[in-house]
């Protein structure tokens, strides 16, 4: 092997070892939407906390992507379609 060769294999290295920590300290974000007001509002809270806890399960367990972490954010659907809200008010 000439030292070009082993320069290139070393710097490839090098940028190899700086990728993995950062692959294994991301987070992953997933979103919980649900009707959380509306009018299965009163089902909404038990889904969610199942599907929160189904989440924490699979990151406290580290073998997701190699111990990555997932943090859910939550939005409310509101369970009704947007039609009335663009509709033009009448004075």
């Given at each position: 092997?000439?030292?070009?060769s ?27 939407i649900?009707?959380?007001t509306?009018?299965i ?22 073998q ?18 947007l ?9």
């Amino acid at each position: 092997m000439n030292k070009n060769s082993i320069l290139k294999r070393l710097a490839l290295l090098s940028v190899g070892a700086l990728i993995i920590p950062t692959f294994a300290a991301a987070e992953i974000k997933m979103g919980i939407i649900l009707g959380f007001t509306g009018p299965i509002e009163s089902l909404t809270p038990d889904m969610g906390n199942s599907a929160e806890l189904a989440f924490k399960e699979a990151s406290d367990s580290g073998q997701l992507l190699g111990g990555q972490k997932i943090s859910v954010v939550r939005a409310d659907s509101t369970c009704m379609t947007l039609q009335p809200l663009l509709q033009p008010q009448k004075d």
